[in-house]
């Protein structure tokens, strides 16, 4: 690409965020799908106001969930305003942070079914570590190859 000093090869950026937030909606789909279940599992005398009574905590972890889920997507639109350009590193980081975002939603389910138990929710948090150290390496390695950052960040 022009304006470049080395033959490095940059993968459009809108791809990648179309990509990205193509991902993230996926996954904010697949965290509602244990709440349709809850429909099915219902008898056929129990009315919606039972089974909300009974099934509060898995409505609970899903707007949690969905809350998890819409900071991490932010945190990835903020971090690509500063981009102008993507490399391959870049893109194996991003792409292994989708990774352990299309997790979270079993990790969820998860705590939402098995509430009592404590490996639930260090699964959650250790997905959420993983994505935080990840978040954290792709801001550090976009500041060091500035090539990458657009003309007002650099």
């Not at 470049?4 to 909606?25: C, I, P, T, W």
């Not at 919606?48 to 972890?61: A, G, P, Q, Y």
């Not at 959420?128 to 500041?143: C, D, G, R, T």
Request: charged share 20%; hydrophobic share 50%; proline share 3%.
């Amino acid at each position: 690409m022009a304006g470049f000093s080395d033959d490095r090869d940059f993968f459009q950026l809108n791809r990648l965020k179309g990509y990205n937030d193509a991902v993230f909606a996926i996954v904010a789909t697949i965290l509602v799908l244990p709440i349709r279940k809850l429909e099915q599992d219902s008898g056929p005398k129990e009315t919606l106001w039972n089974l909300l009574e009974t099934k509060w905590e898995h409505i609970i972890v899903y707007l949690v969930g969905f809350s998890v889920i819409c900071a991490i997507w932010e945190s990835h639109v903020n971090r690509f305003r500063i981009l102008s350009h993507v490399d391959d590193v870049l893109v194996w980081l991003n792409l292994t942070s989708l990774l352990f975002t299309c997790f979270l939603p079993f990790c969820v389910n998860l705590e939402a079914t098995f509430h009592s138990k404590h490996t639930p929710i260090i699964l959650i948090c250790c997905d959420l570590m993983v994505l935080e150290l990840l978040e954290v390496a792709m801001i550090f390695y976009s500041f060091y190859h500035d090539e990458l950052l657009t003309d007002e960040v650099q």
